[in-house]
């Protein structure tokens, strides 16, 4: 922390190991909390109409008290209109990171309505060398796209227009963040700053389920890096807080590491380990049968799945959409009902099939969009119970939403949803959600309120669903990997990685995600097909070893030896499922820009001080005959591989051979 001549305060982080080696700069530090109501001074510098940060707003907060409170710091800061912000520093012990969050204390006698409210706001950027420091600096952002999630994205400051201007008047700005429903949809809300030449890096991540928002701010030698629900004017958000009324912004992850950036995502993860519903659980082997019904899920082919799977070591079969649309009708235009077909596909009902699947030694799993409904349901036409929009309902051509604020919608979902989990006897729920509210919904304050308030419905929902349901997994999906954040991480026991089935750049992605949540829950899928050969089957399942384990498609058409295989993948899983659940992680390897149509070669190594996991792709060419691969280990356990690759291990070095195009070899160490 800082504290200037003015009372005004700020912060930044320092690794441990680079305690005493920072040098002085010409640099005026930020304010701790960034934070400004409709009403307030606009920012200058060129930022009006870019930021709502860097206003008198924010310098008029001045130091009040800063005291230990448990595992927490807390600075309190106020101005002279008795508006105050309590900030929070949280650390436990096994954390790399701290926790990060701010609340809004309006003391004045008049209401106000607050446009921005900073998470976290980090300064002093980079301490370690004097002057502008060019071609040090460097920002790295994660994107996403459906099926395309975890693209690392690296730009030196200067690229990006965030150098030093020659007069200090000017203020140079990267904002980026997503609005809507869907948090992980053009980015990961994380962001990192590195200073290649001192080899520290300091990394944020933010928990929230709705529109959020991060800037990288320059006007001197530093720079500043902050995280905050987004503004009034990019997520339109606007919270009037009475006089004597408290708001809270969203927690966000923050860490300083010497390494770089994968160093630093490892770090921050280890504040998403606390959340984990069932920490020390083995890691579960799950069969979903999306990929062999594509949508049609019917009792007699479950039958012989469930006939088929029995005796092979799998835990869960969930039964994912369509279980509930007429005969003539597709999966995706009749959700939001959720009244099972029993007179086709189910006519002993749906818990006949779960207790069927229990029977073959499996619990059964049940998929469920809640929070939307499809255009056939009647559900579509309750319009007491949905989003609007200017008094108009949101309808994205086949969805609307339901307004999960409501009593009513708790009491509908309840009913149609926790209701028939608990009279079937599902015991593993997977929930999607398949498109976006967009920029938010009415609401007496603003849209953007309307979306977060909304969306804290959507994490009560699922926090009901463990007070109903106590036993019960949860699967957390939105078209594959959108809602990857850490604040439904965190009341989920997995994830979706996503939607990518039946591609070669599934590795690429499940590698990718392992910056952003942990393997323990990363679920990865391996869709099985008769015609596959053993190259392609063990490609797909090796895959799974860079989370937990999905297997779907034709399992009843699978050949002896095809079961030889996925038999000693599962056998091969059980036994390193300790490191995927508990380890860190190491990246390798040269891959294409092109992810569709890959080349080169990746590996993934994961150790937790007991084992090491070495998991290896090639793509289409370009890779070398022979890769050495740095790991913690003595000896080699096991080998998962389909072309007899010779593999070696000495002195710490792992050397692998490479051998043909889409081959995928996994090594465990010990």
């Known amino acids: 922390y800082w504290l200037d001549e003015a009372e005004r ?62 595992d927490r710091i807390m600075t309190r800061l106020s101005d002279p209109d008795g508006r105050t912000v309590c900030h929070s520093v949280r650390w436990r012990e096994g954390w790399q990171g701290v926790e990060v969050k701010t609340a809004f204390y309006n003391g004045s006698k008049e209401p106000v309505r607050l446009d921005l409210l900073s998470s976290v706001n980090l300064g002093g950027i980079t301490p370690f060398e004097a002057g502008d420091t060019p071609d040090t600096l460097v920002l790295h952002r994660f994107q996403s796209a459906w099926s395309a999630e975890g693209r690392l994205l690296s730009q030196p400051v200067e690229e990006i227009m965030l150098e030093k201007p020659w007069m200090g008047h000017a203020l140079r700005i990267v904002k980026f963040g997503q609005v809507g429903s869907m948090p992980v949809r053009g980015f990961f809300p994380f962001a990192a700053l590195e200073d290649r030449k001192a080899g520290v890096v300091w990394a944020m991540q933010l928990a929230c389920p709705s529109s959020w928002q991060m800037e990288i701010r320059r006007k001197d030698d530093c720079l500043n890096m902050m995280a905050s629900l987004a503004d009034g004017e990019y997520g339109h958000w606007v919270k009037t807080v009475g006089s004597g009324e408290c708001f809270e912004s969203p927690a966000a992850y923050v860490t300083a590491a010497a390494g770089d950036v994968d160093t630093a995502a490892q770090r921050l993860l280890t504040l998403h380990r606390t959340h984990l519903p069932r920490p020390e659980a083995p890691l579960p082997v799950i069969y979903n049968e999306y990929c062999a019904s594509w949508g049609a899920p019917e009792h007699s082919r479950l039958q012989r799945i469930a006939d088929t799977l029995e005796g092979h070591d799998i835990d869960f079969l969930v039964i994912d959409a369509g279980w509930y649309r007429p005969p003539e ?26 207790d069927m699947i229990r029977a073959h030694g499996m619990r059964p799993g049940l998929w469920f969009e809640p929070e939307t409904c499809a255009r056939r349901s009647e559900v579509f036409i309750r319009e007491e119970l949905l989003l609007k929009r200017g008094g108009r309902i949101i309808d994205t051509d086949n969805r609307r939403f339901l307004d999960m604020r409501l009593d009513s919608t708790r009491e509908y979902l309840d009913e149609r949803v926790i209701g028939l989990m608990e009279k079937a006897g599902f015991e593993y729920i997977k929930i999607d959600y398949n498109d976006s509210i967009g920029v938010g919904c009415d609401d007496l304050d603003s849209l953007g309120e309307g979306l977060r308030q909304n969306m804290q419905g959507t994490l009560r929902f699922f926090r009901r669903l463990r007070e109903r349901l106590p036993g019960v997994w949860i699967e957390n999906c939105s078209s594959g990997g959108h809602r990857l954040e850490p604040s ?183």
Request: charge should be negative; hydrophobic fraction near 40%.
């Open 488 to 670: 439904l991480m965190a009341l989920s026991d997995m994830a979706s990685f996503s939607d990518a089935h039946e591609c070669p750049e599934i590795p690429i992605i499940a590698a990718q995600v392992q910056r952003m949540i942990l393997p323990a829950q990363s679920q990865i899928w391996a869709v099985l097909r008769r015609d596959d050969p053993l190259r392609r089957l063990n490609y797909s399942l090796v895959n799974t070893l860079l989370g937990v384990m999905c297997l779907s498609g034709d399992v009843e058409y699978l050949s002896p030896d095809q079961w030889r295989l996925v038999d000693q993948a599962v056998a091969f899983y059980r036994s390193v499922s300790p490191v995927i659940r508990d380890g860190v992680s190491a990246f390798h390897g040269r891959v294409s820009a092109s992810w569709r149509h890959p080349r080169g070669w990746q590996a993934v190594c994961r150790t937790d001080g007991r084992q090491t996991l070495a998991v290896i792709h090639t793509f289409g060419g370009d890779y070398p005959p022979v890769i050495e691969l740095p790991v913690q280990a003595a000896g080699i356990r096991d080998v998962l591989c389909s072309e007899g690759n010779r593999i070696s291990l000495s002195n710490g070095i792992l050397r692998v051979e490479l051998k043909a195009d889409f081959e995928a070899i996994a090594v465990q160490m010990c």
């Open 329 to 354: 009708g597709t999966w995706y235009d009749y959700g939001g009902d959720w009244i099972p077909e029993e007179k086709n596909a189910f006519p002993q009902g749906l818990k006949a099939a779960a």
């Open 9 to 70: 305060v700020s912060m930044t982080l320092i690794p441990l190991s680079m305690a005493g080696k920072t040098v002085e700069k010409a640099y005026a530090p930020e304010p701790l909390v960034q934070v400004h109501a409709e009403g307030d001074p606009l920012p200058n510098g060129y930022g009006n109409g870019i930021t709502l940060a860097c206003t008198r707003a924010s310098d008029l907060m001045t130091f009040r008290s800063q005291t230990m409170e448990g």
